[in-house]
């Protein structure tokens, strides 16, 4: 896939999980697993459902994709020795191109985080996280946290915490043979129906047949 220079991608929904090997250029991707800052070399492992938004820079990107294994995502992201050689064998064979680069992926550099990527992680911690107290405890106001973090990550933070609730909830169905009702009690929603309509709009499909197909 090849990007123009300056442009960016509204956030947007993936099925399917997949991994994002640049190949030349730059671009910040901010989504459900946090903001990370992508060059050529870089990895980005996605799983299915997962939604982010892409700024790209001044040079714009050419990036490779990857159809992989849910599994295989929970890794999130590292470098690869060797773009070039992989974008070869993907020409020839995508699924082998898709299981060099996982069995090469080496470890990225950590970059500093700001408080829209503290938030982030720490929803991503902890669905149940109180804003207001979060915000309180670094000497920031509820309303500023909420329009700051919606500038970085396209949606404000309630919105941002009821997808990692409701990203939780579907690994428990698909994982575990628990009854409904405890994950929903356990993820943190109201009941099994709220959590089964929050299930049904991030992955078009109700927990029932998460949990049949896996």
Known sequence: MRHAPRETLARHLHDHAFAAVVLCGGYVEAGDTGRHWMEAGDVLLHQAWESHLDRFGRRGAEVLVLEIDDAAASRLSGRIADPDALVRLAERDRA???????????????????????????????????????????????????????????????????????????????????????????????????????????????????????
């Open 96 to 214: 082998e191109a898709a299981r060099l680069m996982l069995a090469e992926l080496g470890p990225k550099p950590s970059r500093p985080a700001d408080w829209p990527d503290l938030l982030a992680q720490a929803l991503n911690d902890d669905p149940a996280l109180c804003l207001g107290a979060w915000a309180d405890a670094r000497g920031l106001r509820l309303g500023s946290v909420s329009r700051g973090f919606r500038q970085v990550f396209g949606m404000a933070p309630v919105g941002y915490r009821l997808v990692q609730r409701t990203r939780r909830a579907i690994a428990a169905v698909r994982a575990t043979a628990e009854p409904l009702s405890f994950i929903a009690q356990d993820c943190g929603f109201a009941d099994q129906a709220h959590m089964s309509r929050a299930i049904r709009r991030l992955a078009r499909t109700t927990p029932a047949a998460l949990r049949k197909a896996a």
